[in-house]
């Protein structure tokens, strides 16, 4: 049972620690995956005015018939054939980052607001499009009639926050030259390394909710262009 005060002490905390990293107007999201809807009104109540969720039938059947709550950022892999099960509940897509998946989602959602998912180090596990080709699928959004708010990207999960840097710091480079506005980057662990390289999005799970005890149903999601 997730407590709503303790979440209210831990997201000052995070706020803290965003603005001991200089960091001004960053907005938090809680990552609420595998915790139960009680999580998502704690976080409501803390303060926070989305949440992201990253499992598509998690998501379907945790939300469905609540309202009321954050603004819904789905930021996991998500496949073609599970667009239409989250459409009712999503509000921003932050893990766009093949053709298809941008044709399915224009195709189901039109007009949605999307972020364009990058991958540095090029990590087939993580999902992501490459650095060159980042342009040409932010485009291909645009033209679909996506509403392309900005780029989302995940740090690698070796190396400590430092190893994260690089990556940052190219995503951001890649925001500001293509006149984004959203850079979504950061997680509980390497949070200061990306507000440093201007990060105006973190999504923070365990430091707001303690480690995570659940096992979600989890998508399989094939491997990219398997679809």
Not at 19 to 46: C, E, P, Q, Y
Request: charged letters at 20%; hydrophobic letters at 45%.
């Amino acid at each position: 049972m997730i407590d709503a005060v303790q979440v209210c002490e831990r997201l000052a905390v995070v706020r803290e620690r965003i603005a001991r990293a200089g960091g001004v107007d960053v907005h938090l999201m809680g990552v609420t995956k595998t915790w139960g809807i009680d999580a998502v009104r704690a976080a409501a109540a803390a303060g926070c005015d989305s949440v992201g969720e990253n499992y598509a039938q998690e998501l379907a059947t945790k939300f469905a018939g609540e309202t009321g709550l954050p603004q819904v950022h789905f930021i996991g892999r998500l496949q073609t054939n599970k667009v239409r099960l989250v459409a009712p509940f999503v509000d921003v897509y932050e893990t766009v980052d093949r053709g298809s998946l941008a044709a399915e989602l224009a195709k189901r959602t039109p007009g949605a607001t999307v972020l364009v998912q990058v991958s540095p180090d090029a990590d087939p596990d993580k999902g992501g499009c490459a650095l060159d080709g980042v342009s040409a699928l932010v485009e291909s959004c645009s033209g679909l009639g996506l509403v392309v708010a900005g780029l989302m990207t995940v740090g690698p999960t070796e190396g400590g926050p430092e190893a994260a840097r690089p990556g940052f710091r190219a995503v951001r480079a890649l925001v500001d030259r293509l006149g984004l506005a959203v850079c979504s980057m950061g997680m509980s662990d390497d949070l200061e390394v990306a507000v440093q390289e201007g990060s105006t999005q973190v999504r923070v799970g365990s430091a707001l909710f303690g480690p995570r005890t659940a096992t979600a149903t989890r998508d399989r999601v094939p491997p990219p262009h398997a679809e």
